[in-house]
């Protein structure tokens, strides 16, 4: 008995290394299409992938490849944010020092860091690219509708990532930024002030004691920035992007264009054209492990038309991380993150911005805090929100701009909402605005009658008017989007290179005056 | 294409493919090469472990001066210069002076006048420090060179 | 069926043609993409372990170490030299300074011959600050944390201290050291700065420690402030503290409009020296274990100054203005009249508390500061001197507690026609309201409170000589009763 236990414990020792290595892996090495398929649907890494994609998804002009780059700018930030951990110190007193001490002593701790600001802009870039993209092609129809509010979710939380990382270095760039944007947060006061309410009611100075945990930016308003941004907002994020996977799979897959394939140009959907798409986008989708030919899918995706995503996805998808990086890389090899100097709460910036992101707000909040803070904002993400509810028009995804009128729409959104924003512009440059010609006039008439409401109110006139003219939510609803997209980038535009001391209109930095 | 039930075999590979994958791969591991050197410290924040402790004519023979601050015991007699550690080489205490010898507070050793263990849990005996000049002439003891015990420099 | 099935083929097989021609271009596109990746990382990799500026000036110091081997410690020095960062931790001082990883001789007696960064420092102060203890910036000012000298240097590169010129190092050794003890040891420019300090009278208008005059800012911290506070816009030079305070010597008004600082008329040297000195004023956390006992009794006499003499004190708080207090002038910088505060006259009616009253309470609305412990600094003792100075006499503190009374009883004049009175005769030099105008103001509250109704009307009737105050009782024809309604409207003055 004891040999036969002793031969069986030898047995065992002997046999390690297979027998730990088939614990490990389930299947062996994936030899035919079907195989990586099996690995795809059951690898707890991989399984968020279908195992077959339609070959229009992987089309470049199908996606911009945005969201992948987005995905991967995160991934680029969360593995250098981790290194930068390592040696930040969240402390007034330490802040500083050790982002000085990154960028000089810490091993490869310039390069990472520069890494991680330069994927932080890029990040947002492409996250608005995204949106265009996908407002474009009309991917947020029916059945997306969800997704695009999960994809809005996820928009906020990028802004949230990169303004709670601005203050970390506690710099005066930081300081007086931050300072700035608690200060939009407790905007409402504005309003509260003008209605005489402030003292029972006063949601502004809620939320900017919640944002701070004080009056003004010190240790409590790091610490929370700190907490947030390297913990609760990632999280969130993570969360809401596998909830965006999930419901892209869900809903059908990419939005794209349907129809015969074709070897030349896009598939334009031709209905009832043999192989067209049914009116009716499918609402699941299932799990596919191995296509056999000739028997049809209950989920009407024609197997032809579909490519397994090993290997064609994911070298898609390593390719597009790759360029991030390589661009990321390149832009940190050359170019250094700003570090100003120490934070000073007695010598204010001049002129004190906002990350560029904001400064189109910043430029209306130079009328009316409470008007550029929260009600554009508020409006815009709601109205954003709102576009998939509101534009029920039946249409499949991926034509851009829903073919030529939708384009010939824009091209006139383009023109009037540039023309507008400039005049919102230009006109209190030139004239002045209320407060200057009526000293004494109550605030409630500047937010009313404020530059940033009366753009909001000619876009919204202008999107109606659209809507009335051709009859279509799509069009009126592209009418809007194109306005307010290309007032973001004038406003940014202006704000950005056309603003000095004391927020003064200048055509150059050179001729700022010197303080 | 036929219409076999069985599933088809993966094209072979072809050279550019396997080139990008491997160039892929030099580059991931690259990066993490590059990032995993991140978190050892190329300088430490805090003073070195090579340190002076003052001129030659500030230890005449017959010196026996502690330096707290520093840890360390510098003597002194005809033969030149010599530096011992304070730290107690069991868990790193700091042993302090009893009569000739040194005793550590923390689990009872006890070293004799030249740091040899007379009793206790210290495996080994304190460590001499290596003794040197900078370039205008002060001592220089260095905690992280040690030296046979009673090595004396000469000055 | 068939033909369903081999369109469907079809079908597949363009699908697969277009998946392999994209698959092509992916598989080039990640090619690149990766080989410039690589390209990056060995290029940051070189970048920082190879070509890092401060390596090239190790490796340079290497070999010239290896070179000047020529005895025992010279070639342990070169054996034990290693290429690595090198700093100086000082948390006292809460510095770090990294100068030391490229000035990598700066102990080295050896090396006189070579070039900077490799030479050795210049004079004996290392020899008695040990660069361990004492770091670089504490002196130089300059970002200590960096790793290139442009950095380093820190001008124009969002700093507030960037490194000072060489003219200028002596600015922190007042914080250590008394200007006695270093006026000849290394400290010869800081010494002659607090030496002009004392001898332009700056104190007369700036604060400095306990003591000295309210009109200009006080400068405890000036060596401190940070560029973004100062008014730059007129700066000609490099936007840093030490040439805005260069600068601000020659031309005050120019640098800050409004200024009322008269400029000092200072020459080349004289302007190092003062800039050096007020460069030292900083009001920072410096362990007592590093200032000397002579810089400790400064600190001392500051809080507690010295017992300097009443003619001392004239000269350094009050002569800024009176001079030598025997004659009266108009100041046309400050546009004011200031008076003669040691004149015959003056010395021979007013009395010690009305003298000592002025001083310690000011002339509120002119020039003339408080200088009581409470705004200016002086103890009741250091006025008692001044005054004792200014009478030509010594007076005791009893002397001066004794009040004049304000009111001779029973010799109250008509305020009304005190008025009328005053404006036909005394208006003209002291202003409608008492203000002042080429005469002193006589609307104080020192003035009221302690001027004796005899000081007054002596002052009236028998003018002042040596100065534009007539005798009024005979070149102006004024009675007694005159003179006691004059006084009657004085003290009513607001």
């Given at each position: 008995m004891q040999n036969a236990g002793l031969a069986a414990f030898f047995e065992n020792v002997r046999n390690l290394p297979a027998s730990l290595k088939g614990s490990f892996v389930r299947q062996g090495p994936a030899v035919s299409d079907r195989a990586r398929s099996q690995t795809v649907f059951s690898n707890v890494f991989l399984h968020l992938h279908s195992t077959r994609v339609h070959i229009r998804s992987l089309r470049f002009s199908t996606t911009m490849a945005m969201g992948i780059a987005s995905l991967s700018l995160f991934i680029i930030l969360t593995v250098t944010g981790i290194l930068l951990m390592v040696y930040y110190k969240p402390s007034v007193d330490q802040a500083y020092d050790s982002i000085k001490d990154i960028h000089y002593v810490v091993p490869t701790g310039r390069f990472i860091r520069n890494i991680h600001r330069w994927a932080a802009h890029l990040m947002v870039v492409t996250v608005l690219i995204h949106m265009a993209r996908v407002f474009a092609t009309a991917s947020y129809k029916r059945p997306r509708e969800f997704n695009w509010l999960v994809g809005m979710g996820l928009f906020v939380l990028t802004l949230g990532l990169s303004f709670t990382g601005y203050l970390l270095p506690w710099d005066q760039l930081a300081y007086w930024a931050i300072t700035i944007g608690a200060n939009i947060a407790g905007s409402p006061s504005e309003l509260t002030d003008a209605l005489g309410i402030t003292s029972s009611f006063d949601p502004g100075g809620f939320q900017k004691r919640l944002l701070?945990?004080?009056?003004?930016?010190?240790?409590?308003?790091?610490?929370?920035?700190?907490?947030?941004?390297?913990?609760?907002?990632?999280?969130?994020?993570?969360?809401?992007?596998?909830?965006?996977?999930?419901?892209?799979?869900?809903?059908?897959?990419?939005?794209?264009?349907?129809?015969?394939?074709?070897?030349?140009?896009?598939?334009?959907?031709?209905?009832?054209?043999?192989?067209?798409?049914?009116?009716?986008?499918?609402?699941?989708?299932?799990?596919?492990?191995?296509?056999?030919?000739?028997?049809?899918?209950?989920?009407?995706?024609?197997?032809?038309?579909?490519?397994?995503?090993?290997?064609?996805?994911?070298?898609?998808?390593?390719?597009?991380?790759?360029?991030c990086a390589a661009i990321s890389l390149a832009l940190g090899l050359v170019s250094n993150a700003p570090l100003k100097e120490l934070a000073n709460p007695g010598v204010p910036e001049n002129p004190a911005k906002a990350p560029w992101y904001f400064l189109g707000l910043q430029e209306m909040v130079s009328y009316s805090a409470f008007v550029g803070g929260m009600v554009v904002p508020l409006i815009a993400l709601v109205g954003l929100a709102l576009i998939p509810y509101l534009d029920r028009e039946r249409e499949e995804a991926g034509i851009y701009l829903s073919g030529g009128r939708g384009r010939r729409v824009a091209w006139q959104s383009l023109l009037f909402g540039a023309v507008a924003a400039v005049l919102a512009v230009a006109i209190p440059v030139r004239f002045g605005w209320l407060r200057t010609w009526f000293p004494s006039i109550s605030q409630l008439w500047i937010i009313v009658i404020s530059p940033g409401t009366l753009l909001t109110a000619a876009y919204a006139a202008w999107s109606l008017w659209v809507l009335k003219r051709s009859g279509s939510t799509r069009l009126s609803a592209i009418a809007l989007f194109t306005c307010f997209l290309i007032g973001f980038v004038i406003l940014t535009y202006v704000g950005s290179e056309l603003r000095g001391p004391n927020w003064g209109f200048y055509w150059s930095e050179g001729s700022w005056p010197v303080h | 294409m036929s219409n076999r039930l069985e599933p088809e075999p993966i094209p072979r590979r072809d050279f550019l493919g396997l080139a990008g994958i491997w160039a892929a791969g030099v580059a991931i591991f690259g990066s993490i090469a590059g990032m995993a050197r991140l978190p050892k410290p190329s300088v430490l924040p805090e003073a070195g472990h090579r340190f002076r402790v003052g001129r030659p004519e500030e230890f005449p023979a017959g010196s026996n001066v502690l330096i707290a601050e520093r840890n360390v015991r510098v003597i002194a007699d005809a033969r030149g210069v010599a530096a011992m550690s304070l730290v107690c080489t069991h868990l790193g205490c700091i042993v302090a002076p009893d009569g000739m010898d040194f005793a550590c507070p923390c689990h009872g050793s006890k070293f004799g006048h030249g740091g040899e263990v007379v009793k206790g849990p210290a495996p080994r005996p304190l460590r001499w420090l290596e003794v040197s000049q900078a370039a205008d002439g002060s001592l220089v003891v260095d905690a992280d060179r040690e030296v046979e015990p009673w090595t004396f420099y000469k000055a | 069926m068939g033909e369903a099935m081999d369109k469907s083929n079809r079908l597949a097989a363009e699908i697969r043609k277009e998946a392999l021609r994209r698959d092509r271009r992916v598989k080039i596109g990640l090619l690149c993409a990766s080989l410039i990746t690589i390209a990056l990382l060995a290029a940051a990799a070189l970048r920082e372990n190879v070509f890092a500026p401060w390596r090239l000036y190790q490796r340079q110091y290497a070999r010239i170490l290896a070179e000047k081997a020529r005895d025992d410690r010279g070639r342990a020095l070169e054996r034990d030299f290693r290429v690595e960062m090198k700093q100086v931790v000082l948390p006292e001082l809460e510095t770090i300074d990294r100068c030391v990883s490229c000035h990598n001789g700066i102990d080295d007696p050896r090396m006189t011959d070579v070039g900077n960064p490799h030479a050795v420092h210049p004079g004996r102060y290392l020899e008695w600050h040990e660069p361990n203890r004492f770091g670089c910036t504490l002196c130089h000012r300059?970002?200590?944390?960096?790793?290139?000298?442009?950095?380093?240097?820190?001008?124009?590169?969002?700093?507030?201290?960037?490194?000072?010129?060489?003219?200028?190092?002596?600015?922190?050794?007042?914080?250590?050291?008394?200007?006695?003890?270093?006026?000849?040891?290394?400290?010869?420019?800081?010494?002659?700065?607090?030496?002009?300090?004392?001898?332009?009278?700056?104190?007369?208008?700036?604060?400095?420690?306990?003591?000295?005059?309210?009109?200009?800012?006080?400068?405890?911290?000036?060596?401190?402030?940070?560029?973004?506070?100062?008014?730059?816009?007129?700066?000609?030079?490099?936007?840093?503290?030490?040439?805005?305070?260069?600068?601000?010597?020659?031309?005050?008004?120019?640098?800050?409009?409004?200024?009322?600082?008269?400029?000092?008329?200072?020459?080349?040297?004289?302007?190092?020296?003062?800039?050096?000195?007020?460069?030292?004023?900083?009001?920072?956390?410096?362990?007592?274990?590093?200032?000397?006992?002579?810089?400790?009794?400064?600190?001392?006499?500051?809080?507690?100054?010295?017992?300097?003499?009443?003619?001392?004190?004239?000269?350094?708080?009050?002569?800024?203005?009176?001079?030598?207090?025997?004659?009266?002038?108009?100041?046309?910088?400050?546009?004011?009249?200031?008076?003669?505060?040691?004149?015959?006259?003056?010395?021979?009616?007013?009395?010690?508390?009305?003298?000592?009253?002025?001083?310690?309470?000011?002339?509120?609305?002119?020039?003339?500061?408080?200088?009581?412990?409470?705004?200016?600094?002086?103890?009741?003792?250091?006025?008692?001197?001044?005054?004792?100075?200014?009478?030509?006499?010594?007076?005791?503190?009893?002397?001066?507690?004794?009040?004049?009374?304000?009111?001779?009883?029973?010799?109250?004049?008509?305020?009304?026609?005190?008025?009328?009175?005053?404006?036909?005769?005394?208006?003209?030099?002291?202003g409608a309201d008492g203000k002042g105008k080429i005469a002193p103001s006589l609307n104080s509250p020192a003035l009221r409170e302690n001027a004796s109704d005899a000081f007054l009307r002596q002052a009236i009737a028998d003018g002042r000589r040596n100065t534009a105050m007539p005798a009024w009782r005979v070149a102006g024809g004024l009675t007694g009763s005159d003179i006691r309604d004059l006084i009657a409207h004085i003290r009513s003055l607001p």
């Open positions: 701070l945990g004080a009056n003004s930016v010190g240790q409590e308003a790091l610490t929370r920035f700190y907490l947030l941004h390297v913990v609760v907002l990632p999280l969130a994020l993570t969360g809401l992007v596998a909830l965006h996977f999930w419901r892209i799979r869900k809903d059908g897959g990419l939005g794209r264009p349907e129809g015969p394939p074709t070897t030349a140009g896009k598939g334009a959907a031709v209905p009832g054209s043999p192989g067209s798409a049914p009116s009716e986008s499918p609402r699941k989708t299932y799990g596919l492990m191995c296509i056999v030919r000739d028997r049809k899918s209950a989920t009407n995706i024609d197997p032809a038309d579909t490519v397994p995503s090993w290997p064609h996805l994911m070298r898609a998808e390593l390719f597009v991380m790759m360029v | - | 300059g970002q200590g944390r960096a790793m290139t000298f442009e950095d380093a240097k820190a001008e124009g590169r969002h700093w507030d201290y960037p490194l000072l010129p060489a003219e200028l190092s002596q600015s922190s050794c007042g914080l250590c050291h008394s200007a006695e003890e270093i006026a000849d040891r290394g400290g010869d420019v800081y010494a002659a700065g607090a030496a002009l300090f004392d001898a332009k009278g700056c104190r007369s208008c700036h604060k400095v420690g306990a003591q000295g005059g309210h009109l200009g800012p006080v400068l405890d911290n000036e060596g401190l402030k940070v560029p973004g506070s100062l008014p730059m816009a007129n700066v000609e030079g490099p936007r840093t503290l030490p040439q805005w305070l260069v600068e601000h010597f020659a031309d005050p008004q120019t640098i800050v409009t409004g200024s009322r600082m008269p400029a000092p008329g200072l020459s080349g040297a004289e302007t190092t020296a003062l800039t050096t000195y007020l460069l030292s004023l900083q009001q920072r956390d410096l362990p007592g274990s590093y200032m000397t006992p002579e810089r400790h009794l400064v600190l001392y006499a500051q809080a507690r100054p010295d017992p300097l003499s009443g003619e001392e004190l004239f000269s350094r708080f009050c002569s800024t203005c009176h001079d030598t207090g025997l004659f009266g002038r108009y100041d046309r910088f400050f546009e004011t009249f200031i008076p003669a505060v040691r004149g015959e006259s003056f010395r021979a009616s007013a009395d010690p508390g009305y003298v000592a009253a002025n001083i310690r309470q000011g002339r509120a609305g002119t020039i003339m500061p408080a200088w009581g412990s409470a705004a200016g600094g002086m103890t009741e003792e250091e006025i008692r001197k001044l005054t004792s100075y200014i009478l030509g006499r010594e007076v005791s503190l009893e002397e001066i507690a004794a009040n004049a009374p304000a009111v001779v009883a029973g010799a109250a004049g008509d305020a009304g026609r005190g008025a009328a009175l005053f404006l036909k005769n005394c208006s003209g030099c002291h």
